[in-house]
Protein backbone atom coordinates (compact mmCIF):
# COMPACT_ATOMS: atom_id res chain seq x y z
CA UNK A 1 0.00 0.00 0.00
CA UNK A 2 1.12 3.29 -0.49
CA UNK A 3 3.34 5.57 2.05
CA UNK A 4 1.02 8.90 3.10
CA UNK A 5 3.80 10.18 5.29
CA UNK A 6 4.39 13.37 4.41
CA UNK A 7 1.24 13.69 2.08
CA UNK A 8 -1.26 15.83 2.27
CA UNK A 9 -4.45 14.37 1.34
CA UNK A 10 -6.94 16.77 2.49
CA UNK A 11 -7.33 18.51 -0.98
CA UNK A 12 -9.13 15.01 -1.69
CA UNK A 13 -7.40 14.20 -4.72
CA UNK A 14 -5.41 10.91 -5.67
CA UNK A 15 -1.60 11.02 -4.63
CA UNK A 16 -0.49 8.74 -7.73
CA UNK A 17 1.44 11.66 -9.82
CA UNK A 18 -0.79 13.44 -12.13
CA UNK A 19 -4.08 11.80 -11.55
CA UNK A 20 -6.25 14.60 -10.96
CA UNK A 21 -9.19 12.01 -9.96
CA UNK A 22 -10.56 12.66 -6.37
CA UNK A 23 -9.73 10.81 -3.40
CA UNK A 24 -11.20 7.28 -2.49
CA UNK A 25 -9.13 5.80 -0.12
CA UNK A 26 -5.56 5.34 1.27
CA UNK A 27 -4.97 8.17 -0.57
CA UNK A 28 -5.78 6.95 -4.00
CA UNK A 29 -8.78 7.28 -6.28
CA UNK A 30 -10.78 4.50 -6.60
CA UNK A 31 -9.55 3.09 -9.79
CA UNK A 32 -6.04 3.30 -8.03
CA UNK A 33 -7.40 2.13 -5.08
CA UNK A 34 -8.35 -0.92 -6.86
CA UNK A 35 -5.52 -1.63 -9.11
CA UNK A 36 -3.78 -2.45 -5.79
CA UNK A 37 -6.69 -4.49 -4.21
CA UNK A 38 -7.39 -6.37 -7.29
CA UNK A 39 -3.55 -6.84 -8.77
CA UNK A 40 -1.36 -5.74 -6.12
CA UNK A 41 -0.26 -3.47 -7.15
CA UNK A 42 -1.44 0.28 -8.71
CA UNK A 43 0.49 0.41 -11.63
CA UNK A 44 -1.08 -3.02 -12.78
CA UNK A 45 -4.40 -2.93 -14.69
CA UNK A 46 -6.31 -5.65 -13.35
CA UNK A 47 -8.52 -7.65 -16.25
CA UNK A 48 -10.53 -5.46 -18.17
CA UNK A 49 -14.10 -4.57 -17.06
CA UNK A 50 -16.78 -5.53 -19.38
CA UNK A 51 -18.04 -2.09 -20.79
CA UNK A 52 -21.03 -0.73 -19.33
CA UNK A 53 -24.19 -1.55 -21.37
CA UNK A 54 -23.08 -4.50 -22.85
CA UNK A 55 -25.22 -6.65 -24.86
CA UNK A 56 -25.11 -10.28 -23.51
CA UNK A 57 -23.27 -11.77 -26.50
CA UNK A 58 -20.65 -9.05 -25.57
CA UNK A 59 -20.30 -10.47 -21.76
CA UNK A 60 -20.61 -13.64 -22.62
CA UNK A 61 -18.12 -13.73 -24.94
CA UNK A 62 -15.59 -11.52 -22.71
CA UNK A 63 -16.01 -14.24 -19.86
CA UNK A 64 -15.21 -16.61 -22.75
CA UNK A 65 -15.11 -20.84 -22.51
CA UNK A 66 -13.36 -23.71 -23.33
CA UNK A 67 -14.73 -26.88 -25.86
CA UNK A 68 -14.45 -29.47 -24.43
CA UNK A 69 -14.31 -33.27 -26.74
CA UNK A 70 -18.26 -33.44 -26.35
CA UNK A 71 -18.80 -30.29 -27.95
CA UNK A 72 -19.94 -28.17 -24.60
CA UNK A 73 -18.82 -24.88 -23.90
CA UNK A 74 -17.53 -25.12 -20.07
CA UNK A 75 -18.18 -21.58 -19.00
CA UNK A 76 -14.88 -20.40 -17.85
CA UNK A 77 -16.46 -16.89 -15.32
CA UNK A 78 -17.46 -17.89 -11.80
CA UNK A 79 -19.55 -21.10 -10.85
CA UNK A 80 -22.55 -20.45 -8.47
CA UNK A 81 -22.78 -23.11 -5.66
CA UNK A 82 -24.95 -25.39 -7.71
CA UNK A 83 -22.36 -25.48 -10.37
CA UNK A 84 -24.02 -23.55 -12.77
CA UNK A 85 -22.00 -20.89 -14.28
CA UNK A 86 -23.08 -17.12 -13.68
CA UNK A 87 -22.49 -13.81 -15.40
CA UNK A 88 -22.62 -10.42 -14.05
CA UNK A 89 -25.21 -7.85 -16.09
CA UNK A 90 -25.02 -5.27 -14.20
CA UNK A 91 -28.01 -5.94 -11.62
CA UNK A 92 -27.89 -6.37 -8.25
CA UNK A 93 -27.71 -10.23 -8.98
CA UNK A 94 -25.47 -12.14 -11.34
CA UNK A 95 -27.61 -14.31 -14.56
CA UNK A 96 -27.47 -17.99 -15.15
CA UNK A 97 -24.69 -18.18 -17.72
CA UNK A 98 -26.92 -20.91 -19.87
CA UNK A 99 -29.76 -18.13 -19.36
CA UNK A 100 -27.67 -15.75 -20.64
CA UNK A 101 -26.90 -17.47 -23.79
CA UNK A 102 -29.96 -18.91 -24.39
CA UNK A 103 -31.54 -14.96 -24.63
CA UNK A 104 -28.49 -13.80 -26.35
CA UNK A 105 -28.04 -16.75 -28.98
CA UNK A 106 -31.31 -18.36 -29.52
CA UNK A 107 -34.23 -16.02 -27.91
CA UNK A 108 -36.50 -14.76 -24.75
CA UNK A 109 -36.90 -17.92 -22.34
CA UNK A 110 -40.91 -18.24 -22.16
CA UNK A 111 -42.78 -17.60 -18.68
CA UNK A 112 -42.50 -19.89 -16.21
CA UNK A 113 -39.53 -22.34 -18.22
CA UNK A 114 -36.47 -22.99 -17.61
CA UNK A 115 -32.84 -23.42 -19.86
CA UNK A 116 -32.66 -27.05 -19.94
CA UNK A 117 -28.81 -28.72 -20.73
CA UNK A 118 -29.04 -31.94 -23.12
CA UNK A 119 -25.38 -32.41 -22.71
CA UNK A 120 -25.91 -32.63 -18.49
CA UNK A 121 -22.79 -30.14 -18.26
CA UNK A 122 -23.77 -27.77 -16.21
CA UNK A 123 -21.20 -25.41 -16.77
CA UNK A 124 -21.88 -25.51 -20.91
CA UNK A 125 -23.16 -22.25 -22.61
CA UNK A 126 -23.49 -23.67 -26.04
CA UNK A 127 -26.44 -22.85 -27.87
CA UNK A 128 -27.08 -26.37 -29.26
CA UNK A 129 -27.15 -28.26 -26.02
CA UNK A 130 -29.79 -25.70 -24.78
CA UNK A 131 -33.44 -25.76 -24.72
CA UNK A 132 -36.49 -24.01 -23.03
CA UNK A 133 -38.46 -26.39 -20.84
CA UNK A 134 -40.97 -26.58 -17.95
CA UNK A 135 -40.14 -28.24 -14.68
CA UNK A 136 -41.73 -31.46 -15.44
CA UNK A 137 -39.37 -31.34 -18.80
CA UNK A 138 -36.41 -30.39 -16.68
CA UNK A 139 -37.48 -33.47 -14.17
CA UNK A 140 -38.49 -35.95 -16.92
CA UNK A 141 -35.18 -35.55 -18.78
CA UNK A 142 -33.37 -35.79 -15.36
CA UNK A 143 -34.87 -39.66 -15.12
CA UNK A 144 -34.55 -40.46 -18.64
CA UNK A 145 -31.12 -39.53 -18.33
CA UNK A 146 -30.63 -41.34 -15.06
CA UNK A 147 -29.58 -38.64 -13.18
CA UNK A 148 -32.78 -38.75 -11.12
CA UNK A 149 -33.41 -42.51 -9.75
CA UNK A 150 -37.45 -43.44 -10.21
CA UNK A 151 -39.06 -47.12 -9.38
CA UNK A 152 -36.59 -49.75 -8.34
CA UNK A 153 -33.64 -47.46 -8.85
CA UNK A 154 -34.26 -45.35 -5.70
CA UNK A 155 -32.22 -46.06 -3.01
CA UNK A 156 -34.92 -46.17 -0.85
CA UNK A 157 -37.74 -48.49 -2.68
CA UNK A 158 -39.20 -51.12 -0.92
CA UNK A 159 -41.35 -52.90 -3.25
CA UNK A 160 -40.53 -53.96 -7.02
CA UNK A 161 -42.47 -52.65 -9.96
CA UNK A 162 -44.19 -56.36 -10.49
CA UNK A 163 -45.43 -56.18 -6.35
CA UNK A 164 -46.84 -52.32 -7.36
CA UNK A 165 -48.63 -53.67 -9.95
CA UNK A 166 -50.34 -56.95 -7.80
CA UNK A 167 -51.15 -54.72 -5.22
CA UNK A 168 -52.45 -52.21 -7.31
CA UNK A 169 -54.53 -55.13 -9.19
CA UNK A 170 -55.81 -56.77 -5.80
CA UNK A 171 -57.22 -53.70 -4.61
CA UNK A 172 -59.24 -53.21 -7.66
CA UNK A 173 -60.45 -56.49 -7.91
CA UNK A 174 -61.97 -55.88 -3.86
CA UNK A 175 -62.17 -57.96 -1.08
CA UNK A 176 -58.73 -56.59 0.36
CA UNK A 177 -57.85 -53.79 2.37
CA UNK A 178 -55.24 -51.48 2.65
CA UNK A 179 -54.33 -52.52 6.03
CA UNK A 180 -53.88 -55.80 4.89
CA UNK A 181 -52.28 -55.45 2.08
CA UNK A 182 -49.74 -53.16 3.86
CA UNK A 183 -49.25 -56.13 6.32
CA UNK A 184 -48.49 -58.18 3.48
CA UNK A 185 -46.32 -56.46 1.42
CA UNK A 186 -44.68 -54.92 4.46
CA UNK A 187 -44.89 -50.94 4.25
CA UNK A 188 -47.79 -48.77 6.48
CA UNK A 189 -51.16 -47.90 5.06
CA UNK A 190 -50.36 -44.36 3.87
CA UNK A 191 -47.90 -45.53 1.35
CA UNK A 192 -50.69 -48.08 0.27
CA UNK A 193 -52.88 -45.32 -0.24
CA UNK A 194 -50.05 -43.52 -2.01
CA UNK A 195 -49.38 -46.18 -4.61
CA UNK A 196 -53.34 -47.04 -5.10
CA UNK A 197 -53.91 -43.58 -5.64
CA UNK A 198 -50.84 -42.96 -7.78
CA UNK A 199 -49.21 -39.99 -5.89
CA UNK A 200 -45.89 -42.88 -5.24
CA UNK A 201 -44.48 -45.13 -7.93
CA UNK A 202 -47.05 -43.34 -10.64
CA UNK A 203 -44.42 -44.71 -13.06
CA UNK A 204 -42.59 -47.50 -14.00
CA UNK A 205 -38.74 -47.69 -13.81
CA UNK A 206 -37.56 -45.54 -16.15
CA UNK A 207 -34.23 -48.18 -17.84
CA UNK A 208 -34.10 -46.31 -20.93
CA UNK A 209 -31.78 -43.44 -22.02
CA UNK A 210 -33.41 -42.19 -24.70
CA UNK A 211 -36.02 -39.47 -24.78
CA UNK A 212 -39.88 -39.50 -25.42
CA UNK A 213 -40.30 -39.46 -29.19
CA UNK A 214 -41.95 -35.53 -28.99
CA UNK A 215 -38.94 -34.38 -26.91
CA UNK A 216 -36.65 -35.78 -29.44
CA UNK A 217 -38.41 -34.66 -32.42
CA UNK A 218 -38.33 -30.86 -30.57
CA UNK A 219 -34.85 -31.28 -29.71
CA UNK A 220 -33.89 -31.87 -33.77
CA UNK A 221 -35.84 -29.28 -35.08
CA UNK A 222 -33.95 -26.77 -32.46
CA UNK A 223 -30.91 -28.11 -33.54
CA UNK A 224 -31.23 -27.63 -37.18
CA UNK A 225 -32.53 -23.99 -36.14
CA UNK A 226 -29.55 -23.53 -34.74
CA UNK A 227 -27.30 -24.66 -37.41
CA UNK A 228 -27.29 -20.99 -39.24
CA UNK A 229 -25.64 -19.76 -35.74
CA UNK A 230 -22.89 -22.23 -35.61
CA UNK A 231 -19.33 -20.76 -36.26
CA UNK A 232 -16.33 -21.87 -35.74
CA UNK A 233 -15.44 -21.55 -32.17
CA UNK A 234 -18.89 -19.23 -31.12
CA UNK A 235 -22.04 -18.63 -32.41
CA UNK A 236 -22.58 -16.33 -35.05
CA UNK A 237 -23.12 -12.56 -33.65
CA UNK A 238 -26.73 -11.59 -33.60
Known amino acids: MADLEGVDVTDRTCIIDGCERGFYARGWCKMHYLRAWL ?9 ELVAQGAS ?21 GSLNGGGYGQLAVGTDRPMIASRA ?22 RCINPAHLYAGTVQDNVGDAVARERVANGERHGAHRLTDAQIAELRARYAAGGVTQRRLAAEYGICQQQV ?13 YRGHLLP ?10 DAALERLAIEGGPAVL
Do not use: Y
Not at 39 to 47: I, Q, V, Y
Not at 193 to 205: C, E, G, Q, Y
Not at 213 to 222: G, R
Open 56 to 76: LDERLRHIGWTTTPAGCWEWA
Open 39 to 47: AGSHTERPR
Open 213 to 222: DAQVAAAMAT
Open 101 to 122: AHVAWIGPIPDGQFVCHRCDNR
Open 193 to 205: SLVIRRKRRRDAT
